[in-house]
Nanobody
């Protein structure tokens, strides 16, 4: 049974930092692309950052140069370091795993990030 468990969300002032973590189980973690998505109230879920199984990263334009995605395959964990946070970063952040070769995709339960102005 695949599980993705996020942690690290919370309330922070604008300009502050948070680090999200997502621990995966029930899968061969190193073979999965991992990503963080977010969904703000009344908006669609959107991609924030992705890291492939080879470690290649890409970011949504609004978070470039502020957020960093990384992974530790030994710990089955993907991270999202968020710096210079803005009120518009407020959302529920979801961890996602994707193994396109097998058509398998999973989601975590989400963690709330709230940035106050």
């Amino acid at each position: 049974q695949v599980q993705l468990v996020e942690s690290g969300g919370g309330l922070v002032q604008a300009g502050g930092s948070l680090r999200l973590s997502c621990v995966a189980s029930g899968m061969i973690f190193r073979r999965n692309d991992m990503a963080w998505y977010r969904q703000a109230p009344g908006k669609q879920r959107e991609l924030v950052a992705r890291i492939t199984d080879q470690g290649v990263t890409n970011y949504a334009d609004p978070v470039k140069d502020r957020f960093t995605i990384s992974r530790d395959n030994a710990k089955n964990t993907v991270y999202l370091q968020m710096n210079s946070l803005k009120p518009q970063d407020t959302a529920v952040y979801y961890c996602n795993s994707n193994r396109p070769q097998l058509g398998l995709q999973y989601w975590g339960q989400g963690t709330q990030v709230t940035v106050s102005s």
